[in-house]
């Protein structure tokens, strides 16, 4: 069971957390002290060494005063957020003018955070083209709706037109034409009707053992065993909006133990009263310990070695994102159970899937 206290604030959730800016900045810290030390001491280039200190001396200052100031748990806001990161770009610019500018080959620190936005920002668009290709499906029923009624008027106008003007020389052939268009144009709103009455189940809402079928089936033909292992399930089947996010997200984590497992991967779901919940396990070597708490952050893959799956951690940050602003809670660790490497849990609160205004994109609502 999973004792679930209170639903979680969905649009706190999608700010920036003011943690992960200070251990970047540590992070960067540390490696500006080290090149500038190996360069102008270890390879004897000449480098305005106290400017250069000056200015990372400047990055731990704020990184103090955030620390002191805020807990860690705090998360900013779009405009303080906007401001920390201009500083730490203003920051970065002035050791890059210092150390040679463009020729300096840390330069191409500069685009990190663009590939990131870019990265994010194209995934959403195309979920956003799936879902605006779903709302035709809706908008297809309204209009055929809509015209129903003045085509039926037409058609029997028409009709009664053809019976009075049929043998008329100059407009019997056209009345004719204008009443075989008609009946064409009532039988493509039909059409219309009969293709979203059909699609609305498989497009709009799905059962839950759908959505694990779906995340799944895209990644059995690469060699590794795909388990499904359904677990507890208490009340009825969640049966829940076609959410294209969740979707990609539970699909790349599927993706991403397929790419590390040696043989197999166990995908197990269970639902009740409290929340619904996924799990995939893999029998992989597992997270490295020492990277565990940061999995999700951009450009921190997941495992080490020199297995086919390794990557610069940027589809694992986007499907953690996605899935977050759903309502879910992720959990990142290793298996206690021999032959079991890494494990993945997802769970969403059952008040999300009573309350689907409760966040911008919730999966479940309960049938």
Same mark, same amino acid.
């Given at each position: 069971?999973?004792?679930?206290?209170?639903?979680?604030?969905?649009?706190?959730?999608?700010?920036?957390?003011?943690?992960?800016?200070?251990?970047?900045?540590?992070?960067?810290?540390?490696?500006?002290?080290?090149?500038?030390?190996?360069?102008?001491?270890?390879?004897?280039?000449?480098?305005?060494?106290?400017?250069?200190?000056?200015?990372?001396?400047?990055?731990?200052?704020?990184?103090?005063?955030?620390?002191?100031?805020?807990?860690?748990?705090?998360?900013?806001?779009?405009?303080?957020?906007?401001?920390?990161?201009?500083?730490?770009?203003?920051?970065?610019?002035?050791?890059?003018?210092?150390? &040679?500018?463009?020729?300096? @080959?840390?330069? %191409?620190?500069?685009?990190? =955070?663009? !590939? #990131?936005?870019?990265?994010?920002?194209?995934?959403?668009?195309?979920?956003?083209?799936?879902?605006?290709?779903?709302?035709?499906?809706?908008?297809?029923?309204?209009?055929?709706?809509?015209?129903?009624?003045?085509?039926?008027?037409?058609?029997?106008?028409?009709?009664?037109?053809?019976?009075?003007?049929?043998?008329?020389?100059?407009?019997?052939?056209?009345?004719?034409?204008?009443?075989?268009?008609?009946?064409?144009?009532?039988?493509?709103?039909?059409?219309?009707?009969?293709?979203?009455?059909?699609?609305?189940?498989?497009?709009?809402?799905?059962?839950?053992?759908?959505?694990?079928?779906?995340?799944?089936?895209?990644?059995?033909?690469?060699?590794?065993?795909?388990?499904?292992?359904? &677990?507890?399930?208490?009340? @009825?089947?969640? %049966?829940?909006?076609?959410? =294209?996010? !969740? #979707?990609?997200?539970?699909?790349?984590?599927?993706?991403?133990?397929?790419?590390?497992?040696?043989?197999?991967?166990?995908?197990?779901?269970?639902?009740?009263?409290?929340?619904?919940?996924?799990?995939?396990?893999?029998?992989?070597?597992?997270?490295?310990?020492?990277?565990?708490?940061?999995?999700?952050?951009?450009?921190?893959?997941?495992?080490?070695?020199?297995?086919?799956?390794?990557?610069?951690?940027?589809?694992?940050?986007?499907?953690?994102?996605?899935?977050?602003?759903?309502?879910?809670?992720?959990?990142?660790?290793?298996?206690?159970?021999?032959?079991?490497?890494?494990?993945?849990?997802?769970?969403?609160?059952?008040?999300?899937?009573?309350?689907?205004?409760?966040?911008?994109?919730?999966?479940?609502?309960?049938?």
């Amino acid at each position: 069971m999973i004792n679930i206290l209170r639903a979680p604030d969905f649009q706190q959730s999608q700010r920036l957390r003011l943690n992960t800016l200070i251990r970047l900045r540590w992070l960067a810290i540390v490696g500006q002290s080290l090149a500038v030390i190996v360069v102008a001491y270890g390879l004897k280039f000449p480098l305005p060494v106290s400017p250069c200190f000056a200015l990372i001396a400047c990055s731990a200052w704020m990184n103090l005063l955030l620390t002191f100031r805020y807990p860690a748990a705090h998360r900013l806001t779009p405009l303080p957020a906007f401001a920390i990161l201009t500083i730490d770009s203003l920051q970065l610019a002035g050791l890059l003018y210092l150390t &040679g500018g463009l020729t300096n @080959p840390f330069s %191409v620190l500069v685009t990190v =955070p663009v !590939v #990131i936005a870019n990265a994010l920002a194209a995934t959403e668009l195309v979920l956003q083209r799936e879902q605006h290709l779903s709302a035709l499906d809706g908008l297809a029923a309204a209009a055929a709706h809509e015209l129903g009624t003045p085509l039926a008027t037409i058609t029997l106008v028409a009709k009664e037109m053809e019976k009075a003007l049929r043998n008329d020389p100059k407009y019997g052939e056209d009345v004719t034409l204008l009443r075989s268009q008609s009946e064409r144009c009532r039988e493509i709103l039909m059409r219309l009707t009969s293709l979203s009455s059909e699609g609305e189940a498989h497009l709009s809402r799905m059962p839950l053992t759908s959505l694990v079928e779906e995340m799944t089936a895209p990644h059995r033909d690469f060699g590794i065993s795909i388990k499904l292992r359904p &677990g507890e399930r208490i009340g @009825p089947e969640p %049966v829940g909006r076609r959410n =294209p996010g !969740v #979707i990609y997200g539970l699909g790349n984590l599927v993706e991403n133990a397929v790419d590390f497992a040696r043989k197999s991967v166990t995908v197990r779901w269970s639902w009740n009263e409290a929340a619904v919940t996924f799990s995939i396990t893999d029998d992989g070597p597992g997270f490295p310990p020492e990277i565990i708490d940061r999995i999700g952050e951009p450009y921190m893959s997941t495992r080490q070695g020199t297995e086919a799956g390794g990557g610069l951690g940027l589809g694992l940050f986007i499907a953690k994102t996605l899935l977050e602003r759903s309502g879910a809670t992720l959990d990142f660790r290793n298996s206690n159970e021999p032959g079991e490497g890494a494990v993945v849990q997802i769970s969403w609160p059952r008040s999300v899937f009573l309350n689907p205004e409760s966040a911008s994109a919730t999966m479940f609502d309960t049938a």
